[in-house]
């Protein structure tokens, strides 16, 4: 017999793979990743809110006047939505981490991405703006 053609298990059984379809490990990292995003974009939508609004022709014409300023009120609900976003993020990771056994198991790169753009958030609104209380 060849030696190229020899079994290299050396006895051991073949790996065989009994993973049928993803545990709910799996699936929590994946929801907590969707909620994370969805929390992050409700954030750009409170802070759209909050923002100074911007004049435009109409209302220099008809002398409206425009908010100038940061709307206070909600820049607190901005930072605690970014804050339940990082969670999330962690929470998810954890859960990936416990899957994460065998070589073919791999880290979501959404978990990471929403939870580097979220702490890089928290630290941009802590520089801007403070803490919110």
Request: proline share 4%; hydrophobic share 50%; glycine share 4%.
């Amino acid at each position: 017999m060849n030696d190229d053609k020899k079994p290299r298990n050396h006895g051991r059984p073949a790996f065989v793979d009994r993973r049928k379809k993803n545990d709910w490990v799996v699936h929590m990292a994946t929801i907590l990743s969707i909620l994370s995003w969805l929390v992050a974009f409700t954030v750009l939508f409170v802070l759209e809110q909050a923002s100074p609004e911007k004049e435009t022709i109409l209302e220099r014409m008809f002398g409206i006047t425009v908010r100038d300023y940061w709307n206070s009120s909600l820049l607190p609900i901005a930072f605690i939505l970014l804050v339940i976003s990082l969670c999330f993020c962690i929470f998810a990771f954890i859960f990936n981490m416990l899957r994460k056994r065998r070589k073919t198991d791999k880290y979501k790169k959404s978990i990471i991405i929403i939870g580097a753009i979220t702490l890089i958030g928290i630290v941009i609104f802590m520089i801007r703006f403070g803490l919110p209380y």
